[in-house]
């Protein structure tokens, strides 16, 4: 059996928005299925939406049309506007790819929010799934930026 | 970031015991095994549903005074060879951390087991983080290891 690969990364990002809007954006999966996706080309849907401590979703992604990915995130710790931790699994046609435990640290004020992440991964099929994790997550959070912007200064829902 | 950031830590610590890996395995799968060696919980306090997507959970009176929660979910378990799982655990004042854990088995000499226990964690509110709980981990497996020898 392969060996599991482990390895963490930290993204930051800073928006010109509040902390309550940005906690709003990550904790809707109504936001998340908007900005969620890496690319144009890719989707991500949910079956459900259960953001408390305890809560799971299911979620599906991959390219338009083939959503070939299941993940099931674990909400394990929830601070409003201050944190928010989950293990997030993945699945492909095959079986399982990872596990992983992402945390969201938000600070800020009424006119900014910076948001660091925080993944940690085990990957079962080599580190290349590390390297796509991380970059999936990159570009959703630079999608969240347009998110934000593009939808206003009220709240996200 | 403010007193409430978390702390992220990885560890791993490697055990050699003289049993098989089936009887290792079993150490984690037995909610009964694991209640004793890995808790110490009283009956009762303690709940373990061994499949994907099952759960686990310890209450019981936390060292402090308060309640200690552990709130699990496995999320991958190969038998005789794999299990990952995540975990909370709450001492009393809100959940204080939260681990990725993965147990890896392997064939050692003699009939024996190699176990890799990989945790990586975010804690938080403070708490005084991976070094604390890799100490008490390791604690864990040489219970284990005595566990095992019964």
Not at chain 2, 17 to 22: C, D
Not at chain 2, 52 to 79: A, D, K, L, S
Request: proline letters at 4%.
């Amino acid at each position: 059996m392969t060996r599991i690969f482990h390895d963490s990364f930290t993204l930051e990002r800073s928006y010109d928005t509040s902390v309550q809007r940005v906690f709003s954006a990550l904790s809707s999966t109504r936001s998340r299925a908007r900005w969620g996706a890496p690319s144009a080309d890719e989707a991500l849907e949910f079956e459900n939406s259960d953001f408390r401590i305890g809560g799971l979703e299911v979620s599906h992604c991959g390219p338009k049309g083939n959503l070939m990915f299941r993940v099931e995130t674990h909400y394990l710790a929830v601070v409003p506007n201050v944190h928010i931790v989950f293990s997030e699994n993945v699945s492909g046609p095959e079986g399982p790819l990872s596990a992983s435990l992402l945390s969201f640290e938000l600070e800020g004020d009424s006119s900014t929010a910076r948001l660091r992440v925080t993944g940690q991964i085990a990957s079962f099929v080599g580190a290349d799934m590390i390297n796509g994790n991380r970059n999936g997550l990159s570009a959703a959070l630079t999608n969240l930026s347009h998110d934000l912007a593009e939808n206003g200064r009220g709240d996200i829902t | 970031m403010t007193s409430r950031s978390a702390i992220h830590g990885t560890f791993d610590l490697k055990r050699t015991y003289p049993s098989p890996r089936a009887d290792v395995f079993g150490a984690f799968a037995d909610p009964e095994r694991k209640r004793q060696w890995a808790h110490g919980a009283p009956p009762g306090a303690h709940t373990l549903d061994f499949r994907v997507g099952g759960r686990e959970t310890v209450q019981m009176p936390g060292p402090g005074g308060g309640t200690f929660r552990y709130e699990g979910v496995i999320h991958e378990i190969v038998e005789n060879e794999r299990i990952v799982y995540s975990y909370s655990f709450d001492m009393g004042g809100g959940v204080c951390g939260v681990t990725l854990t993965t147990v890896e088995l392997a064939d050692a000499e003699n009939g024996g087991t190699h176990l890799k226990f990989t945790e990586q964690g975010a804690y938080l509110d403070g708490f005084d983080g991976p070094k604390f709980w890799e100490s008490g981990t390791s604690s864990l497996l040489n219970r284990l290891g005595e566990h095992l020898a019964d």
